[in-house]
């Protein structure tokens, strides 16, 4: 069966250092990735996308990588900070398909 | 308007009634979609539209009904609303059909 699969378990880490949370896919054929933010009682907010050609992509303190052999994409974010503290959504468009499908998101807490 | 809004915030509901979602966006997006928040399994797409004038069914479809008339609008209707439906509604927009989406702040609907 088709899945997209996000640790449930939340992440807590200290600030100042690197969250990395994890994507991975079951089935699929993904054209690209993408993250989402989302904070409580809000709807999610687009951070990054990488296409399958691409290793890695870097914004800002934020960097995702993508292995198509491992189906898997890892979203890392430097010098974490308390304001960081958030859920996380990855979200892959498939090939031939027309929807993005979301995974269910991890959530991260930073801790000052 | 500026991006994408949702009305109402939140809305309690008889089971058996009939409620009608509204999203609005005002960045001439051609794609739009409706999801539903639970917790634990992440967003599902409801309903679908590419462009003005059509819609598609998207994972879980049954039980709501969507319309496209024009590009700005896109209301979804509960015709008999369930206990089951109670959720958190996201209206989001995209450029395209493989583009980044833009979600408004979501609607919180209980069906008791």
């Known amino acids: 069966s088709q899945k997209i699969e996000q640790n449930s378990e939340a992440l807590n880490i200290q600030e100042g250092k690197t969250a990395t949370l994890t994507c991975n896919y079951t089935n699929y054929s993904p054209a690209y990735l993408q993250w989402y933010r989302q904070d409580p009682g809000r709807g999610p907010v687009f951070l990054l996308l990488?296409?399958?050609?691409?290793k890695e992509k870097r914004k800002e303190r934020l960097k995702v990588t993508f292995d198509t052999t491992l189906k898997q994409s890892l979203f890392h974010i430097t010098a974490s900070q308390p304001a960081d503290s958030a859920t996380y959504l990855c979200?892959?468009?498939?090939?031939?398909?027309?929807?993005?499908?979301f995974g269910a998101g991890t959530r991260l807490f930073v801790k000052a | 308007i500026a991006g994408i809004t949702q009305a109402p915030t939140s809305q309690i509901l008889a089971a058996g009634r009939r409620m009608t979602l509204r999203c609005t966006q005002d960045m001439r997006h051609n794609a739009m979609y409706w999801y539903r928040q639970d917790l634990g399994l992440g967003l599902r797409l409801i309903h679908y539209s590419n462009t003005a004038g059509t819609t598609g069914k998207g994972e879980v479809p049954d039980g709501y009904s969507v319309s496209r008339a024009n590009t700005d609008d896109f209301p979804l209707t509960l015709a008999s609303a369930v206990p089951s439906q109670t959720s958190v509604y996201f209206c989001?927009?995209?450029?395209?059909?493989?583009?980044?989406?833009?979600f408004g702040p979501g609607t919180r609907l209980t069906v008791l």
């Open positions: 990488i296409r399958e050609n691409e």
């Open positions: 979200a892959l468009y498939p090939h031939g398909g027309f929807k993005t499908i």
């Open positions: 989001a927009s995209a450029p395209g059909t493989n583009n980044e989406q833009f």
